[in-house]
């Protein structure tokens, strides 16, 4: 799991198994088309929560989690990466989250 947390890409000659987080990191937002509820599948926020929790422990990583996703991306701007997988092509998935700067919207 922590070598897996390590990889500098996916790219990586032998990808290491990501262990999921004992975690779902979800999003609950509101837009033209209505309410939505995402789990997130961003493998990133699982590395980083590995990453973390090993350097900080558990409930410090936690709320570093809880102040970037609802505090410091939304004031700076959140940008969703929203797909679907081949096999439910149906089923459209949170893929990833970024900050997008404001200035850099329009």
């Known amino acids: 799991m922590w070598r897996a947390a390590a990889q500098t ?3 990586d000659k032998q ?6 987080t004992p975690y779902e ?16 599948g961003d ?17 410090e990583t936690l709320r570093r989690l809880l102040g ?5 991306y939304p004031a700076r701007g959140m940008a969703f990466a929203i797909g679907n997988q081949a096999k439910r092509p149906q089923t459209w998935q949170l893929l990833g ?10």
Not at 15 to 20: S, T
């Open 43 to 59: 493998w990133e926020t699982h590395a980083t929560y590995w990453r973390w929790s090993k350097k900080m422990g558990e409930a």
């Open 9 to 11: 890409s996916i790219l």
């Open 68 to 72: 970037r996703f609802n505090d410091d």
């Open 25 to 40: 990191f979800r999003f609950h937002f509101e837009d033209k088309s209505g309410k939505h509820n995402y789990e997130s």
């Open 97 to 106: 989250v970024d900050e997008v700067l404001q200035r850099d919207l329009f």
């Open 15 to 20: 990808l290491a198994e990501l262990e999921p």
